[in-house]
């Protein structure tokens, strides 16, 4: 019995054994390199990137109650379904926003750590915060798209930070992710600083959807990923641009949101 047992478990194939023994030892190695710390305050952990239960604490969660379309927290619980003033007043291109944290302090240095000191490492993590902000719209969505960068600012940042989170995501909750569906073909002036009316003439016309991605995105229920919501001109433009190629359903889903607080 003990020999028919032991013949029946699968073999691990000796490449895939090697390929474990050598993740497992280059993770241990930068480990000793670069020993984990908190992605906040740089506290050293045990393992892998997190935070520590000071930083975590500062993290200002969006929690329910919020608008079931602009994902906007609300002081107090007004019901099931309600939306805030801004979504009745200003319908969204998109179907609904969801946000893991507001836009301050330990988010922001997250953001800024992802984005600008190359520390591609954080986006598991967010990703995973992003999963259970998404409300299972993630699970229900056919395909996850980020928000994508015009080619030239993709040669001076080196990666771009939406498509980071997206393949994260897409990894956590096993839906495909479409890179290259939609392009930024027009080299617009960076956002910070501008008003909300410049920011939507900034990024009027800047995006499209390639031939490919036209075929893969008509009639899906789409997650559109980008690591901050602002004034939201830059998602409009791409939510439209989505929309007029035939997409049935659009979730926008960022780490964070700029708002000065629950309404």
């Known amino acids: 019995m003990g020999e028919i047992e032991a013949e029946a478990l699968p073999a691990i194939p000796l490449q895939q054994a090697l390929a474990r023994r050598m ?17 906040g305050c740089g506290l050293l952990l045990g ?3 997190g935070l520590c239960a000071h930083c975590w604490s500062r993290l200002a969660l969006i929690e329910r109650p919020y608008c079931e379309v602009l994902g906007t927290p609300f002081s107090h619980d007004l019901g099931p379904g309600i939306l805030s003033a801004d979504a009745i007043a200003h319908p969204p291109p998109f179907d609904r ?3 893991v944290a507001l836009y301050d302090d330990l988010a922001r240095i997250l953001v800024h750590s992802l984005k600008y000191r190359d520390r591609t490492d954080l986006a598991p993590m967010m990703a995973q915060w992003m999963l259970r902000a998404g409300d299972g719209t993630i699970e229900a969505a056919d395909v996850i798209v980020p928000v ?5 600012r993709l040669v001076w940042r080196k990666f771009n930070q939406a498509a ?3 393949r994260a995501l897409g990894a956590l909750a096993g839906r ?5 569906a939609v392009r930024r073909i027009k080299r ?3 956002q910070i600083g501008l008003n909300p009316r410049a ?3 900034n990024v009027r016309g800047a995006f499209a959807i390639t031939p490919a991605g036209r075929e893969a995105l008509f009639g899906k229920r789409v997650v559109l990923i980008d690591d901050v919501y602002t004034t939201g001109a830059t998602i409009a433009a791409v939510a439209r641009t989505l929309k007029r190629a035939g997409v049935a359903d659009i979730t926008v889903l960022t780490f964070a949101r700029a708002l000065p607080g629950p309404i």
Do not use: M, N, Q, W
């Open 23 to 39: 993740k497992a030892f280059a993770g241990a190695a930068l480990d000793i390199v670069y020993p984990p710390a908190c992605a």
């Open 47 to 49: 393992t892998g990137a």
């Open 97 to 99: 926003l969801r946000s």
């Open 148 to 152: 994508p960068l015009h080619r030239l």
């Open 164 to 166: 980071e989170l997206a």
């Open 176 to 180: 495909p992710v479409l890179i290259d």
């Open 188 to 190: 617009t002036r960076r």
């Open 199 to 201: 920011r939507e003439e």
